[in-house]
């Protein structure tokens, strides 16, 4: 049986209990895969054991809070229990990228720094003289003030155009990403959850690429037997099936989808925790799950190089350490040319989100 554990936490005193509530209701909610009645459940319990609620604020006040807020509503035909809203759905996603950004915040392990600078959005710490048609909000004050008085001295002070020093910035060009989830059954096996950290990350780096990087474009695909696309809408409710992994089957979905892209700038990350163990044969599946399966391998290793001649890189990011698996992925990640990525549940979202900032610079032309 599944089951969580969860462990008595301090109270922010400036937190409301309405606050307070809806911060481990979200968590629940992931981890019930979207199920609100079960999560609640799960609230009601735990309020039992710790003592969440009081006489003057109880879960009834709570649902009847989320129902008034726009966050949640009764189900119509077809859909039993309480239902999600959209704006509950942009919460969660918000939720998730606030968390990995703290997580970005408080370690500086993981980060791919670069050299490279360009016209872009990001200023990077390098200061160089203006330049005709450099913009305005480019200019460095301090700099530029410091340049005027050694050239001409405090008593016959002025600032001309050969003392403006500029910021350089980071060249931001448009990127069509694929993440691909694994969602077969070892991402839940042995009790450890591999799929909640997963589908937090896929939320908050598609938060992140809405409200940051507008013209960008994320795509998401799940593969387990086969590999399907999957909306935005549907990221909190994603489900680990009895699935066997095809790797073959995502690498093949994504690459049709980064075809119809017309941006030059295209990457593929895949979060798995298995060796590929399945490809299809016809409309047969042939399956094998024991060490490294030459045909499936082949197979798989032939997509990669065909995403390296089509310029896609491919960053996977290991959330075990399967001998098995790691083997696989270095012979894929030297087909490929990508990059590779052993992290722990903790540490995922960090290395994915400084992965994709780095593929957002690109040296000025």
């Known amino acids: 049986m599944r089951g969580w554990i969860f462990h008595e936490q301090t109270e922010d005193p400036g937190q409301s209990d309405f606050d307070r509530l809806f911060t481990l209701f979200k968590e629940l909610l992931l981890h019930t895969s979207g199920d609100v009645d079960e999560a609640l459940a799960w609230l009601t319990e735990i309020d039992k054991k710790y003592?969440?609620?009081?006489?003057?604020?109880?879960?009834?006040?709570?649902?009847q809070d989320l129902k008034q807020k726009g966050l949640l509503r009764d189900g119509s035909v077809g859909e039993p229990g309480k239902v999600p809203t959209t704006k509950l759905e942009k919460a969660l996603r918000q939720d998730a990228l606030e968390q990995?950004?703290?997580?970005?915040?408080?370690?500086?392990?993981?980060?791919?720094?670069?050299?490279?600078?360009?016209?872009?959005?990001e200023f990077?710490?390098?200061?160089?003289?203006?330049?005709f048609g450099d913009p305005v909000e480019q200019i460095d004050a301090e700099s530029s003030i410091k340049n005027a008085f050694i050239r001409h001295g405090i008593a016959d002070f002025q600032l001309t155009q050969e003392d403006l020093a500029v910021h350089d910035r980071y060249l931001?060009?448009?990127?069509?990403?694929?993440?691909?989830?694994?969602?077969?059954?070892?991402?839940?096996l042995y009790g450890e959850d591999r799929i909640t950290p997963a589908k937090k990350v896929a939320m908050a780096l598609a938060e992140l690429i809405t409200?940051?990087?507008?013209?960008?474009?994320?795509?998401?695909?799940?593969?387990?037997?086969?590999?399907?696309?999957?909306?935005?809408?549907?990221?909190?409710?994603?489900?680990v099936g009895p699935y066997h992994t095809n790797t073959v089957a995502g690498l093949e979905l994504a690459m049709d989808i980064l075809r119809r892209k017309k941006s030059s700038n295209k990457h593929i990350m895949m979060i798995t925790d298995g060796k590929p163990t399945c490809i299809k044969k016809g409309k047969k599946y042939y399956q094998n799950s024991w060490g490294l399966d030459r045909?499936?391998?082949?197979r798989t290793l032939s997509l990669a190089i065909a995403c390296r001649?089509?310029?896609?890189?491919?960053?996977?990011?290991?959330?075990?350490?399967d001998p098995y698996l790691i083997q696989f992925v270095d012979q894929f990640t030297a087909a490929n040319g990508g990059k590779a990525f052993y992290s722990s549940l903790q540490g995922l979202g960090e290395f994915i989100f400084m992965d994709?900032?780095?593929?957002?610079?690109?040296?000025?032309q």
Do not use: C
């Open 309 to 321: 001649r089509m310029q896609i890189p491919i960053t996977t990011f290991m959330i075990a350490r």
């Open 211 to 239: 409200t940051r990087y507008p013209k960008d474009t994320l795509d998401i695909i799940v593969f387990g037997n086969d590999a399907w696309e999957v909306k935005l809408s549907d990221l909190p409710y994603l489900q």
């Open 124 to 131: 990077s710490q390098e200061i160089r003289a203006y330049e």
């Open 51 to 63: 003592k969440l609620t009081h006489e003057n604020y109880t879960i009834a006040d709570f649902i």
């Open 295 to 298: 045909t499936i391998i082949n």
């Open 100 to 121: 990995i950004f703290d997580q970005l915040k408080k370690s500086k392990s993981g980060q791919h720094n670069t050299t490279k600078t360009g016209i872009g959005d």
């Open 172 to 188: 931001q060009t448009q990127t069509s990403t694929v993440l691909m989830i694994d969602i077969s059954h070892s991402m839940i």
């Open 356 to 364: 994709y900032k780095q593929q957002k610079r690109n040296k000025k």
